[in-house]
């Protein structure tokens, strides 16, 4: 496999991590006790909001199997895309 290809592939799976890391902060969060009182007194079913983050960890979870799942088919035209997506965001943050 060519070397950037690997450092790109790399930097995913580091990305990935990172994103996994931050859904475990999501979990912390709702499991602070202060977090939980808050949202009783605002009157928010807990449970339900519970079910509902536990439903967009696994949609995360599935995107990102589904992203690295995508990059390691197709590599070149990966590192195409993220390449043509970076020169759009640097000519509309330039």
Known sequence: MNRFVARELAALRQ????LREKTGD?????ADPA???Q???DGADWSTLRDEIKELN???QDA???AEAGVS???VASVAAAFAIGLV?????A
């Open 58 to 60: 696994a949609t995360i």
């Open 89 to 93: 965001v640097g000519r509309i943050v």
């Open 39 to 41: 949202a009783e007194r």
């Open 15 to 18: 990305e990935i991590r990172a």
């Open 35 to 37: 977090a939980a009182g």
């Open 64 to 66: 990102i199997e589904g």
């Open 73 to 75: 088919r197709h590599p």
């Open 26 to 30: 999501v979990q912390a969060d709702k």
